[in-house]
């Protein structure tokens, strides 16, 4: 058969079910096979999408899609999608073609930059930002190099592989590629000296990461902290893992999270982290003041993880965290009580600490962001998807969303690439069309990835818009008023930046939309959008002075050298009574 079908039947017959692509000849066999594949190609209008499409699909689907792309400008636009998926270790599997191999620059005899039409070579472009990268040279390597790749995307820390075919090669006669076994490796949970520093804490804290999701262990994890009692903190990657209500979650931590999390973590004498690679957003920029007395225990399948300059890691613990926590012998823990007291005192402290207390901003016309995602959190459906772009959607929302039981929620948070909301969650559609899909996203992220309203539109994909517009980039513009004085550059109207107006835009793809000016309209709307069976964008316009509150920012000295202080300490800064109140509380 040709090459190209034998390529789709082997990752069909691995399930892969869906393909986010953009057309082009150097894939022109490629595209001819995926015409009579099983694989249900969904063609987009940017290589950038399709990635991030396809990186949205796998976080609900759990397994990887394909993303099919023609060379040069299609592998350059597809980059920063893939490098999403790479830095949040999302199964991925990209094929991009090629020219003809004796058309190749490496064949050209001498020439630097271009041989074949619309060429760039791929490998060097790309390596630094996928597990795998193969350039198919010649049909006898097909079976052992896709065997690799696909091995190299779903084991591990999973992640992008990218494929390379050249026109000529496409075309060629192969067999039916045969599949090779995938042998599992065995590690060393380290469970005697876990038990003994669980044992011996007082005040120990659940550290729950990306991780969860990527093992697939959520129903291990919950079963795990509710049968030891120990408080949960999570990361961004994370949020989703525990409904808000939950009698053991504290909340997100981090530079942007809550003050009682922070204070916790900062408080423990024994961090257990679990499928977090502890980013710098969660252990603060002056990584020193981070915890500082706690017994650090980190599960994770990357090593390398656990030997970053950012965190001292006390007991690093090399495993596939669902295999860890399946086996973890929790009749050994003694101290349910000592930890169940120090989790109430926690909790008494979220409700008096809580997101509630901070300041809110009334201007006319406006909603406070926090104001939004409050009405998100109590009308939407407890198994929605709920995918957020950059800037005020990401991070107010993991801020204040309040998770349900079955709710999803997440974004491209290690690169945090500003239009990934759109694409990633139509790909999230595409994994469960059975779950209602809400996106929040801000003006400028939104425009970086417009395009895609007309994939909405052309699937009557049922999704639900949120555009949080603050005619800017507030995130840029609180950072220049905090570090430079309010000295703008490229963030609002006053410094050459602005936004359209995005119901206008819904217009022209033919998607319903309306403008919500008050809070009660956007509860009313959000109320009526629910029910609808088709695509829907809300626009809310969001104050300009809008903060995040609160949050641990970073500071400058007179002489214009930034620093940070722990992540404990978080503006709008408490007062000495309030402090005095929390130490006598955890003291
Ligand atoms: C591709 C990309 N370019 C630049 C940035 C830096 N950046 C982070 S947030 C932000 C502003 C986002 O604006 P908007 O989406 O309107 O959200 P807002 O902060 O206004 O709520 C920028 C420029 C980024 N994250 N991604
Ligand atoms: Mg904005």
Known sequence: ????????????????????????????????????????????????????????????????????????????????????????????????????????????????????????????????????????????????????????????????????????????????????????????????????????????????????????????????????????????????????????????????????????VQESDLLLILGSRMSIPNTGYETKLFSPNSFKIMVNIDSDEMNKSSLEVNLAIESDLKKWLIHFPLEEIEKGEIFERWNSKLNSLSEEFGLHREEIIYEARKIDSYDVIECISKLIESDATLVTDMGTSFTCTMQAFRNLHKTRLFTSSGTSSMGFGLPGAIGAYFADPKRPIYLIAGDGGFQMNLQELQTVKYHRIPIKIIILNSDGYLAVSIMQQNLFEGKFVGSNPQSGLDSPRFTKIAKAFGIKSREALTKKKLERYLRKIRKRQSGYLLEVQISSKQLMRPRSQSLRKSDGTMYSKGIEVMWPFLSQKDLDFIQSKLG
Not at 82 to 89: I, K, M, N, T
Not at 160 to 169: A, D, H, R
Not at 222 to 245: C, K, M
């Open 1 to 264: 058969m040709k090459l190209s079908d034998a390529v789709l039947n082997f990752l069909a017959a691995k399930g892969v079910e869906k393909c986010f692509s953009v057309t082009g000849g150097a894939a022109a066999h490629i595209f001819d096979s995926l015409s009579r594949s099983s694989i249900e190609t969904i063609h987009m209008h940017h290589e950038q999408s399709c990635a991030m499409a396809a990186d949205g699909y796998a976080r609900i689907a759990k397994k990887p899609a394909l993303v099919v792309i023609t060379n040069g400008p299609g592998v350059s636009n597809a980059i920063t999608g893939v490098l999403g998926a790479f830095q949040d270790s999302i199964p991925m599997i990209v094929i991009s073609g090629q020219v003809p191999t004796t058309q190749m620059l490496s064949n050209s005899g001498g020439a630097k930059r271009q041989f074949g039409v619309q060429e760039v070579e791929t490998g060097p472009l790309v390596s630094s930002i996928v597990k795998y990268f193969v350039c198919i040279q010649h049909e006898s390597e097909l079976q052992e190099q896709l065997n690799h790749a696909w091995e190299f995307a779903t084991t591990g820390r999973p992640g992008p592989v990218w494929i390379e075919i050249p026109l000529n090669i496409q075309a060629r006669e192969v067999e039916q590629i045969q599949m090779t076994a995938i042998l599992s490796t065995d590690t060393t949970p380290r469970y005697r000296e876990c038990i003994e520093a669980i044992n011996s804490s007082r005040k120990p804290i659940l550290v729950i990461g990306a991780g969860v999701h990527t093992s697939n262990s959520e129903n291990e994890l919950i079963r795990f902290a509710t049968l030891l009692r120990i408080p949960v903190v999570s990361t961004w990657g994370a949020n989703d893992i525990f409904p808000a209500e939950h009698s053991l979650y504290l909340g997100n931590f981090g530079i942007l999270g809550n003050r009682i999390p922070n204070i916790a």
